[in-house]
C-alpha cells in the first residue's frame, strides 16, 4: 500500500489534460510546447514541458531559471503563469493559451491596414515589456526573437522565454544559446570585444528588438545580412529600425525612448488600433466625457481592426465598463456591433444577460440607442426572454412623453415582431398603435405607426388582421397630414391579399376615391395607382369567378407569403411601405388643426346620428373591443376633449358597415368621437344651410338688446337668491313661446328644445346661444354635437324626448357660460323693475308671435348656405 503511494505518477495531480504538441517550436526553445485544458473548467491553457531525463545539467538550470522568473515577474506584456509542477521525469508549466509568433505571424491576412496597426500594437507591447525588464526591473533578456514572443487568445503579444534573463549590471558578454539556431540573434559586439565595452543595460535587448522588426515584416530570419533589406519596413519606422541594428551599441536607443517617439502624432504607434486599446487599459482613470467620447467615435474604427483583437480585447473591456464602470450609453454601439463576432453560445452567456438589464434602465438615452441597435442583436434573442423580459419594458415607450422614444418604440416593434406570442402581438402592440394613430400630436409618429402595421401585417393572428388593417389604414388616410395619407394609401396597397372582395368593393374603393380629389398631388398619384389596381382585381373575377379563392387564398393564412404579394400589381407599394420610415424631424413643429372651429350641421332629413353606432363603447362585428378598454362616458361633449383626439382610437368601429351614421331611430347622445368622425369623413367642413327661415333684423335687434339689457353689470353676492326667483318666472312664457313652434313650417334655429330642457341657472346662456346662432355669420358651434333640428318630420317628434335629453346634458351648459347678470338696488325698486321687465318681454313676444302668424301664410325658404 505504502509502496503504491510513493511510486504513483505524480502528474495525474496536474489539473491540466495535456494534448498535442504545437509544431515547429522545439527547434527554437529547451521547451515543447502544448496544447491543453483545465480539467475542470475545459478552459483551453498553454503547457510548456521540459525532459528533465534527457537534458543536460545546463539546459536543467536554464529551464528552472526560466520558471523562476516567469513565476516572478508580473506585467501585462509579459506571459502570464499559471501553474507548475517538477516531476522525477518532467518539468511542466501552465500558461495563458498562446501560440509563438513565429507560426501565427504566417497566418495572418495580406498587408493592408489592418496588418499594420496590428504589428505596431504587438511591437510596442514587446517594447513596453523590454522597458520594464531593462528600466524598472534592471534585468536583460537576451533572447528577443519571434520565438520568444507568444499571442494570446486576444491578439496580444506576450513576451516569454525567460532562460536567458540577467541583471542589467552584470557581465554584458551575451550568453550562449541553446539550440544553436537562436545564435542568429546574437548582437555583433558578442565577437567584438572592443564594442562590448560600449553595451549598455539594453544594447543587447534592442538589437533583439530590431530582429524582432525585421521578423514581423519579412517572416522568421535566416541569416544575419538579411537584416540589411528594409524594404517591407514601413517609412515611420525605418529610421528607428536602423538604429536598434546598428552596429555600436551606445547608438542603440533606450525602449522608453523609443515608445515617447513614436507615440508622437506621425509615429508608428500612433494609430487607431494603439489608442484605443490604451484608452481601455487606463479606462478607469478617465473621466465621463472622455469615455463618452471615446466610445461615440469607436464604431467607425472597428472596421480596421483585427477580429481577435476585438472579440477578445476590445469587447469584454466594453462589458465590463458598462456593468461595473459609468461609461453611459454610449459603449452600446460598439458592444453590438462586435457582439455579432460571437457564437451563440459565447452571445448567450455574455451578451444577452447584458441586454436584458439594459432594456430594464430609465435613462431616455440608454433606452434610445438600444432601440436604434435592436436589430443587431434581436437574432440572438429567445422568444421566451423578448415576451417575458424585453417587450414589457419595449411597451413602456409607447406612453413616454418624449416623442423620439415614441417613434423609436413603433419602429423596433418590426423586428420584435416574429418573435412576440399572440397577446402581445396581436393585442398590446395593436391597442398602443391604436392609440398612437389617432391621438399623438406628431405626424410622423402617425405616419410611421401605419407604415409599422403594413410591415407586421403577415406576423398578425389572420382573424384580428382581417378585422384591424382596412380600418387602420383607412384612418391614416383621413389624417390631416399629407405622408400619413400616402403612407395609407401604400400600405393598403401593399397588403391587398388579406382583404375579402366584399372589403375592397364596400370600404377599400370608397375610401379611396375620396383621396383622388386630395389637395396634396404626391397623395392622388399613388391614390390613383391604388384605385386602378383593386378595380382590376376585381374586374377579373368578374370574368372569371373561379379567381376569388385564389384572391382570397391568403386572408385567412396564418403565415401568407410577401413574395406572393410583391409579384402582384401592388409590389411597387410592397417597396415603398417596406422603405425607410418617415423621417418626422420637421413635423415636430406643425401642429395639429383643431377640430371645435367649425362642425358640421347636416340636414335632419339627409343625417339623424344614432348612439349606439357613434357610442366609443358600441360593439360591432368589426369592433376591436379586445384590444381597446379604454372607458369613456358617452355623454361627454366635444369640449371635454383636447384638440389632439382628432378620432377614435378603437380602428374596428370605423367605417363599420354595421353602424353607419344614417337612418337610426336614435338620437342619442353624441361623444366627440362622433363628431370627430364626421369631420374625418369626406363631408366638406363647411356648415350646412339650414332649412329654417331667418328671423328678421328687428327680431334679432330686439333679442340682442335683451342680451346686453340681462349682463350689464355683475350680480352682488348678497342678491343670489332673487336671481333664481327671477328665472323662474320667465320659463312659462318661454314654454307658451315654443309650443306655437311645434309646426314645421315654423321651425327656428332659436327656439327649438328650449322648454322643458332649461333649468334656470341656465335660461340666460342658451338664450343668449339661441340669438347668436340666428344672427351671427359664425358658424355654428354644437357644444353637444348634436346637429340643430331644422324642419321636423313626425319621425323627430317621434323622438322628441331623446333629443330634448342631449340638449339637457350637464356638459353642454354647466362652466361654459356666465350667471345672470342685473343691478338690484332695493326690494321696492326691484319689485317695480321687475314688473316693468316682464311687461315688456310679454309684449316682446306678443309682437313676435304676431310676426311669426304672418310670415306662416307665405312660402318657406330652404336651406340658404350661410356666408
Known amino acids: 500500500m505504502m509502496w503504491s503511494f510513493f511510486s504513483r505518477d505524480s502528474s495525474k495531480d496536474f489539473p491540466y489534460d495535456i494534448g498535442e504538441p504545437v509544431a ?20 483551453e491553457v498553454s503547457v510548456f514541458v521540459f525532459d528533465l531525463r534527457s537534458g ?41 493559451y498562446v501560440e509563438p509568433l513565429g507560426t501565427h505571424i504566417a497566418k495572418l491576412s495580406a498587408d493592408g491596414p489592418q496588418k499594420d496597426l496590428y504589428l505596431a500594437w504587438g511591437i510596442f507591447q514587446i517594447t513596453r515589456a523590454l522597458s520594464f525588464l531593462n528600466n524598472d526591473g534592471s534585468l536583460r533578456h537576451n533572447n528577443v526573437s519571434v520565438w520568444s514572443v507568444f499571442v494570446n487568445s486576444s491578439g496580444e503579444w506576450k513576451l516569454g522565454s525567460l532562460e536567458y534573463v540577467s541583471p542589467a549590471d552584470g557581465n554584458p558578454m551575451p550568453p550562449i544559446k541553446v539550440p544553436p539556431s537562436l545564435e542568429v540573434y546574437d548582437p555583433p559586439e558578442k565577437n567584438d570585444q572592443t564594442k562590448l565595452k560600449a553595451a549598455t543595460k539594453c544594447s543587447a535587448d534592442m538589437w533583439g528588438l530590431g530582429c524582432l522588426v525585421w521578423e514581423s515584416f519579412n517572416g522568421p530570419l535566416r541569416t544575419r545580412s538579411s537584416l540589411k533589406d528594409i524594404d517591407s519596413i514601413p517609412k515611420s519606422l525605418q529610421s528607428l529600425y536602423c538604429e536598434l541594428v546598428g552596429a555600436s551599441p551606445s547608438n542603440r536607443p533606450n525602449p522608453a525612448d523609443i515608445i515617447t517617439r513614436c507615440r508622437k502624432p506621425g509615429g508608428f504607434f500612433k494609430n487607431d488600433l494603439v489608442d484605443t486599446l490604451l484608452f481601455l487599459e487606463e479606462i478607469q482613470i478617465k473621466d465621463k466625457a472622455e469615455k463618452n467620447r471615446f466610445f461615440s467615435g469607436l464604431t467607425l474604427h472597428l472596421d480596421n481592426f483585427p477580429d481577435t483583437v476585438c472579440k477578445h480585447k476590445i469587447l469584454p473591456q466594453l462589458i465590463t465598463a458598462y456593468e461595473y464602470g459609468d461609461a453611459g450609453s454610449a459603449v452600446l454601439a460598439p458592444m453590438f456591433k462586435l457582439g455579432k463576432l460571437l457564437d451563440e453560445t459565447e452571445y448567450q452567456k455574455r451578451i444577452v444577460p447584458c441586454v436584458v438589464k439594459l432594456f430594464g434602465s430609465t435613462d431616455r438615452v440608454t433606452r434610445s440607442r438600444l432601440l436604434q441597435q435592436l436589430e443587431l442583436f434581436i437574432a440572438h434573442l429567445q422568444p421566451q426572454v423578448v415576451n417575458d423580459q424585453i417587450f414589457p419594458q419595449v411597451a413602456h415607450g409607447f406612453l413616454d412623453t418624449n416623442s423620439t422614444i415614441r417613434e423609436q418604440t413603433v419602429k423596433s416593434i418590426i423586428h420584435l415582431a416574429p418573435k412576440l406570442n399572440y397577446n402581445n402581438l396581436n393585442v398590446e402592440v395593436l391597442r398602443h398603435f391604436a392609440r398612437l394613430q389617432a391621438r399623438d400630436d406628431q405626424g410622423g409618429i402617425r405616419t410611421n405607426t401605419t407604415v409599422c402595421l403594413g410591415k407586421i401585417a403577415p406576423h398578425l393572428h389572420p382573424q384580428v388582421r382581417q378585422r384591424v388593417l382596412v380600418s387602420a389604414f383607412i384612418r391614416a388616410m383621413r389624417d390631416p397630414f399629407p405622408p400619413a395619407r400616402v403612407a395609407g394609401v401604400l400600405a393598403l396597397a401593399a397588403t391587398q391579399q388579406y382583404f375579402l372582395l366584399n372589403e375592397v368593393a364596400n370600404r377599400v374603393l370608397p375610401a379611396l376615391c375620396s383621396l383622388t380629389i386630395d389637395p396634396e398631388k404626391t397623395v392622388r398619384d399613388p391614390a390613383f395607382k391604388t384605385i386602378r389596381g383593386f378595380l382590376g382585381k376585381l374586374e377579373k373575377v368578374s370574368e372569371d369567378p373561379s379567381l376569388r379563392e385564389t384572391m382570397e387564398a391568403d386572408v385567412h393564412t396564418a403565415t401568407p407569403s410577401i413574395g406572393n404579394a410583391a409579384a402582384t400589381w401592388a409590389g411597387w407599394a410592397v417597396t415603398a411601405v417596406t422603405s425607410k420610415f418617415y423621417r418626422s424631424q420637421s413635423d415636430s413643429s406643425r401642429p395639429r388643426p383643431p377640430l371645435t372651429g367649425r362642425n358640421l350641421s347636416k340636414p335632419a332629413s339627409l343625417e339623424q346620428p344614432s348612439s349606439s353606432s357613434l357610442s366609443t363603447t358600441t360593439s360591432s362585428v368589426t369592433s376591436m373591443t379586445s384590444l381597446e378598454h379604454e372607458s369613456n362616458d358617452t355623454s361627454a361633449s366635444a369640449s ?24 337610426s331611430p336614435n338620437n342619442g347622445p353624441l361623444t366627440a368621437t362622433a363628431a370627430l368622425t364626421e369631420v374625418r369623413d369626406g363631408w366638406d367642413n363647411e356648415e350646412w344651410g339650414s332649412l329654417e327661415e331667418d328671423p328678421g333684423e328687428e327680431e334679432a335687434q330686439e333679442q340682442e338688446q335683451q342680451q346686453m339689457q340681462l349682463r350689464q353689470s355683475p350680480i352682488r353676492p348678497h342678491q343670489q337668491q332673487l336671481q333664481q326667483h327671477q328665472l323662474n318666472e320667465l320659463i312659462e312664457p318661454l314654454a307658451k313661446l315654443n309650443s306655437h313652434n311645434t309646426s314645421p313650417s315654423k321651425s327656428t334655429l332659436g327656439s327649438t328644445s328650449l322648454s322643458s330642457s332649461l333649468r334656470p341657472k341656465d335660461m340666460s346662456a342658451n338664450l343668449s346661444s339661441a340669438s347668436n346662432t340666428t344672427t351671427s355669420p359664425t358658424p355654428f358651434l354644437n357644444c353637444n354635437n348634436v346637429s340643430p333640428p331644422q324642419q321636423k318630420s313626425p319621425h323627430h317628434m317621434n323622438n322628441s324626448t331623446n333629443s330634448n335629453a342631449n340638449w339637457n346634458s350637464d356638459s353642454w351648459a354647466d362652466g361654459e357660460f356666465e350667471p345672470i347678470d342685473e343691478p338690484i338696488t332695493g326690494n321696492a325698486k326691484l319689485d317695480e323693475a321687475r314688473r316693468k321687465r316682464e311687461e315688456k318681454k310679454l309684449q316682446r313676444q306678443r309682437e313676435l308671435e304676431a310676426r311669426r302668424a304672418q310670415r306662416n301664410s307665405g312660402p318657406m325658404k330652404l336651406g340658404a348656405k350661410k356666408l
Not at 30 to 41: D, E, Q, V, Y
Not at 640 to 663: L, Q, R
Request: charged letters at 30%; aromatic letters at 8%.
Open 24 to 43: 515547429g517550436f522545439e527547434n527554437h526553445s529547451i521547451w515543447t510546447l502544448h496544447k491543453a485544458k483545465r480539467k475542470a473548467t475545459q478552459e
Open 56 to 96: 543536460s545539467d545546463a539546459k536543467c538550470d536554464l529551464a528552472k531559471a526560466a520558471l523562476k522568473r516567469l513565476k516572478t515577474l508580473r506585467h501585462p506584456s509579459i506571459l502570464q503563469y499559471l501553474d507548475s509542477l517538477e516531476t522525477d521525469k518532467l518539468l511542466y508549466v501552465a500558461t495563458e
Open 640 to 663: 371635454d376633449y383636447g384638440n389632439n383626439d382628432w378620432d377614435n382610437e378603437n380602428w374596428g368601429e370605423m367605417d363599420d358597415p354595421s353602424s353607419p351614421m344614417a337612418g
